[in-house]
């Protein structure tokens, strides 16, 4: 009777739109899902541990550059976006979604600590009535596991007195294509009641909404669709290594392969993986498959392939550079794209990192230009950074540099203007199709 009541309850509240969404984790996931939720005049209570991010936020500013900023400014004026780190306030949402980081250990395993310690400050505040919904891309079985168990220690039982579910985010930064709410939305509750609470409640602000059978199977597919991605950029990657090796350019086979109308989807080589997903998400699935017994070698394979990407790249510029009298040490360089992805400022992951990493180690001296990412930070990867900030791209600066390294392809930059000037360019995105004496594909 109780269960029946809560659902309800909090059922026609969703419908009236009288629903408090709280957000744990404002970066690229939680930002743009907050924004929808306010637009749609519902409140938002954004939490997050970046006191940085809570003070912009406040003042209506935006940090993310591929969001427009009037859209924060407006959901803040209009008192229905707010933002805070104090999380004992985690019991004034009807519902909450947690869209906090998921990343790998140094060894490769799956860190859980970000998730653990948010179901902790959930845990403390946790009142009957409350829908909980984990978004952020992890492991089958986390939702029902790991965050049912910990709530559950509180003396409240999932789909009685509180509700859990999983939807795995689908954002695609930069793409101006689809949005948080054109994206169709996988639910999956971990019991009936929570996967129709969680269902109803993204409604709300989705177009589509796609219900699978429980949480597990919602944390499977999102992790398929990016082990999907991987192991295509790496087929894709390896073809290029051997396809130069036979004087065959792979942008050349892609353009005519993609005209078949079926069976065919295209993928792009690069300079390697990169971003917060791609490289990442795939060894979630590996970790649990071992507890299971089991090997995923196509993940694995996957990741052999797209890690040794930088060094091809290296390889095509010593090759280079060599053909032309000179060696990495002491030539001048410059990497054009920090961002993993064109048009957007995320460095997280970049494959930039590795190969400024390897050619400043060779004595190069590199410099950058990237749109995006005003200035070089010290990373996980890159401990020792030396302070670089972006550079102006003029005729004179491009004619300065023994190479120019075309990591990613920003729309903005004027590439008629590079290779008018450079002497070389180490090009690994297909920006020049057709063959110039100073391009080298990488
Ligand atoms: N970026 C993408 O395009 C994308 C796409 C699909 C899925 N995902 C997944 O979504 C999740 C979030 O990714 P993201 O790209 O938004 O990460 P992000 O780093 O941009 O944002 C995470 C935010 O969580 C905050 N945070 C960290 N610990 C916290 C805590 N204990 N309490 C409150 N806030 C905390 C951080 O300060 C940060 O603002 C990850 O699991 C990721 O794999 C990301």
């Given at each position: 009777m109780k269960k029946l009541n809560r659902k309800k309850i909090l059922l026609s509240k969703i419908q009236r739109c009288e629903t408090i969404i709280g957000i744990i984790g404002l970066g690229y996931v939680g930002l743009p899902l907050a924004l929808a939720y306010a637009e749609k005049s519902l409140k938002v209570i954004g939490f997050d541990i970046d006191s940085k991010k809570i003070k912009t936020l406040e003042r209506g500013e935006c940090y993310i550059s591929h969001i427009d900023a009037a859209r924060v400014k407006q959901a803040v004026k209009s008192k229905k976006l707010s933002a805070t780190s104090?999380?004992?306030?985690?019991?004034?949402?009807?519902a909450i979604i947690i869209c906090v980081p998921t990343p790998l250990t140094?060894?490769?395993?799956?860190?859980m600590s970000y998730i653990i310690k948010t179901t902790e400050q959930i845990k403390k505040c946790l009142r009957a009535g409350q829908l909980i919904v984990l978004e952020s891309t992890?492991?089958?079985g986390t939702t029902e596991e790991l965050v049912k168990d910990m709530l559950e220690e509180t003396g409240m039982v999932c789909g009685r007195d509180f509700y859990l579910a999983f939807s795995p985010e689908r954002e695609d930064p930069g793409?101006?294509?689809?949005s948080t709410t054109t994206i169709p939305k996988v639910v999956g509750g971990v019991d009936q009641a929570s996967g129709d609470l969680a269902q109803a409640m993204y409604e709300k602000v989705i177009q589509k909404t796609v219900r699978v059978k429980n949480a597990r199977t919602a944390e499977a597919v999102k992790l398929t669709e990016n082990i999907f991605r991987a192991i295509n950029i790496a087929m894709v990657n390896e073809l290029k290594v051997i396809y130069e090796r036979m004087g065959i350019d792979i942008w050349d086979v892609l353009d005519a392969a993609?005209?078949?109308?079926?069976g065919f989807m295209r993928f792009n080589p690069g300079p390697g993986w990169g971003g917060h997903c791609i490289p990442l998400d795939p060894f979630y699935l590996s970790w649990k498959a071992r507890e299971c017994g089991m090997e995923t070698k196509f993940i694995e394979l996957a990741g052999e392939v797209n890690r040794r990407m930088p060094e091809y790249m290296v390889n095509r510029l010593q090759q280079a550079l060599n053909e032309r009298g000179k060696s990495v040490k002491r030539s001048k360089l410059m990497i054009i794209g920090i961002a993993y992805k064109k048009d957007i400022n995320d460095d997280r992951e970049s494959p930039a990192y590795k190969i400024i990493t390897s050619i400043i180690a060779m004595g190069a001296n590199i410099s950058y230009h990237d749109p995006f990412v005003p200035t070089v930070k010290r990373t996980r990867?890159?401990?020792?950074?030396?302070?670089l900030k972006s550079q102006p791209l003029t005729s004179r600066t491009i004619a300065a540099q023994d190479a120019i390294l075309i990591i990613t392809d920003h729309t903005s930059v004027d590439y008629k203007l590079i290779a008018k000037h450079a002497k070389l360019i180490v090009d690994s995105r297909g920006v020049y199709r057709k063959p110039l004496p100073n391009v080298v594909k990488a």
């Open positions: 104090d999380f004992s306030r985690l019991n004034e949402p009807d140094p060894q490769r395993d799956p860190d992890t492991y089958p793409n101006a294509n689809y993609s005209t078949k109308p079926f990867q890159w401990p020792d950074a030396p302070a």
